[in-house]
């Protein structure tokens, strides 16, 4: 691990959900997976404080080879419910990052995330928004995603389709 | 009344092999369904461990009504409409909880867990007639509730068929769910999926059962897994569901029609199961499942298990408001909340006595089919919306459920059955429809 520490890793850390968020938006899917590690995970709980992905629902829990799937069909011409593709419009702020004691992840890193949600045609906009967690790894290649966890404000709310990650 | 609301104008919308548009778009006709097909028939609510202690309440809905589920000091469940009766606020906010009553905000008038006002405050200042035990005063009550096997269903209607009755040959799918439970018993548990979609709420009944659709509308998670070659034998988070769950709709056409289809004069239906692989077959052989069917084998026998488990049904719908799926231990409650915009709420049970790995299945089930992110179920409702898009359209006139209507034959026992893709469901679900839209007031 490098010397970072303090606001070095701070404004890493928020240069790296940045950028995450800008391939997002852009719709380039298969570069966001690629931050994930190998044995990721992708976790949006379905209710506040929800501590166990087994045993109780979520709005996601996808490890990488079913967030590939995921990433993989939205790129199928006949992926009905995201036909046209949602525009999205990330917003990351409040970011906090700490180094991270246990083996396999480097920092932990906090943040409040927003994501307003458009699909052409459709009357409704939408905002998307709850606090992240980023469990990080150093590895050669960059950072990668270890645990990217997004609790929703809403979570346990009646929503419609969302086709797209957050 | 209106005339297009008397019943020959509503038999004039509903034909053996198609249905009126106005089914799905008329405000009018969705009114009359709260009153004569929600207002009448037999709800599910709540399943009994829902509300497993005294105090226990939980939020439900009856067409219009806003109910709350409570359980009495003395055991019994009452169903109470969601409103005070003195300036009619709305008495209870949460979705679910346990409190001794129910205390009004605006002026404090007091509820007991059966409905009754226990008290109010400053008698002083009420005329002398005033009497809190004037049942006008009591929280409007559920007027029929009843239970079978742990399941508690309303009907707002004080006279009518029993539960027994309407069930039917139905109550089979509730027997199994439960008979899936080594100790006996089942309880909700692994939280609740709750989504909303514009679209009329019979939408979600057609497609329950409709099987000719998956290899249209599923393909893209259907491509995605096919593209994705697994070895179900190495280990994975999920033991590979997920990805069984998006595969199984690749069924080809000769597979959709080996399926049966059964349909009954009450508008209920259920079909085959159709997943065929991995952790989810119905003769898979895992270690989690060996240990499971041991269990259960010491509770019922070899012979009965066999026969339990062989029981490989996908959706059992309850018409109109609950679609089980008792092998996956899925329950999903239709709500319909106008006639373009519905509420779909599911939840998972845990069988008693079963390993916890199966319960987590049964979760992973729930997420993969009845979250707002399912890559399923996501693209179901795109098309529930669709069609209710295009329906706004005034021409054409008439929807067409003609297929497979020349293969539906008598199954016995009030069955109406057919073999594969057949839109038989339908066809159940709108003579239905028909009839109870039409009874006598």
């Known amino acids: 691990m490098n ?57 996601f829990y996808e490890d990488k080879s079913v967030l590939r799937m995921r990433i993989r069909r939205l790129a199928h011409p006949r992926v009905y419910s995201a036909l046209p593709q949602p525009r999205t419009a990330h917003l990351v702020g409040s970011v906090t990052a700490a ?13 409040t995330v927003m994501m307003a949600e458009y699909r052409a045609g459709r009357a409704d906009r939408r905002l998307w928004a709850g606090q992240q967690l980023h469990r990080l790894r150093r590895t050669p290649e960059g950072l990668r995603i270890v645990l990217k966890r997004v609790d929703l404000i809403d979570c346990d709310a009646a929503h419609g389709i969302l086709s797209i990650p957050i | 009344m209106p005339d297009t609301l008397q019943p020959d104008s509503l038999r004039g919308l509903v034909l053996p092999d198609r249905v009126h548009r106005r089914l799905y778009t008329d405000p009018a006709i969705f009114e009359l369904e709260m009153t004569r097909i929600f207002g009448r028939c037999w709800l599910f609510l709540a399943h009994e461990s829902q509300i497993a202690a005294p105090g226990d309440f939980l939020r439900a809905r009856m067409g219009r009504e806003d109910v709350i589920m409570t359980r009495g000091r003395d055991g019994r469940i009452h169903g109470l409409v969601n409103r005070c009766t003195h300036r009619g606020a709305e008495l209870c906010a949460l979705d679910r909880g346990n409190a001794g009553g129910f205390a009004c905000p605006y002026h404090a008038w007091t509820f007991g867990l059966d409905g009754a006002l226990n008290s109010v405050p400053h008698r002083q200042s009420l005329p002398p007639g005033f009497d809190v035990k004037d049942p006008r005063l009591a929280l409007a009550r559920v007027p029929r509730i009843e ?24 109550a089979e799918a509730i027997d199994n769910l439960v008979d899936r439970a080594p100790d006996g018993d089942i309880e909700q548990a692994g939280g609740i999926a709750r989504q909303e979609y514009r679209g009329n709420w019979k939408f979600h009944h057609e497609n329950a059962n409709d ?26 988070y999920d033991g590979h569901q997920t990805h069984t769950q998006m595969l199984s709709n690749a069924f080809a056409l000769r597979e959709w029609q080996g399926l049966a289809l059964t349909g009954f004069a009450g508008g209920h239906s259920y079909m085959g199961g159709f997943y065929k692989a991995g952790v989810l077959a119905p003769d898979r052989d895992d270690p989690v499942w060996r240990d499971y069917r041991a269990k259960l084998a ?37 709500q319909p909340l106008a ?10 049970f845990r069988l008693k006595g079963a390993p916890e ?20 179920l996501g693209d179901d409702i795109e098309i529930f919306e669709r069609c209710q898009s295009g329906l706004a359209n005034p021409v054409p006139e008439w929807l067409d459920q003609s297929r497979g209507l020349a293969s539906d034959r008598e199954g016995g026992g009030g069955r109406v059955v057919s073999a594969g893709v057949s839109e038989l469901p339908h066809r159940a679900q709108y003579a239905a429809w028909l009839r109870y839209m039409t009874a006598a007031a």
């Not at chain 1, 995970?41 to 629902?57: E, I």
Request: net charge negative; aromatic share 10%.
């Open chain 2, 211 to 236: 099987t000719l659709h998956p290899g249209f509308v599923h393909e893209s998670s259907v491509a995605a897994a096919r593209a994705d070659a697994r070895d179900y034998a190495s280990p994975a």
């Open chain 2, 339 to 348: 006639v373009d915009r519905t509420r779909v709420t599911a939840f998972c």
């Open chain 1, 99 to 111: 180094r991270a004691s246990e083996p396999g992840v480097d920092c932990e890193c906090r943040s």
């Open chain 2, 147 to 170: 239970s079978y096997r742990g399941f508690v269903f309303g009907n707002l209607a004080l006279e009518g068929e029993s539960l027994a009755a309407f069930l039917g040959p139905m």
């Open chain 1, 3 to 59: 010397a970072a520490v303090g606001d070095d890793l701070k404004s890493e850390a928020e240069a790296f959900l940045v950028a995450e968020a800008r391939l997002l938006d852009a719709g380039r899917f298969e570069e966001w997976l690629a931050l994930f590690a190998e044995d990721g995970f992708y976790w949006v709980p379905a209710a506040p404080g929800q501590t166990d992905p087994l045993n109780h629902l979520s709005i």
């Open chain 2, 357 to 376: 790995a199966l319960f987590q299945r049964a979760v992973r089930f729930l997420t993969n089919l009845s979250s707002p992110a399912s890559m399923i």
């Open chain 2, 298 to 334: 010491a509770r019922h026998g070899e012979e009965k298990t066999a026969r339990i488990l062989a029981e490989d049904r996908f959706n059992n719908l309850l018409y109109p408001n609950v679609s089980l799926n008792a092998q996956y231990q899925q329950i999903r409650i239709v």
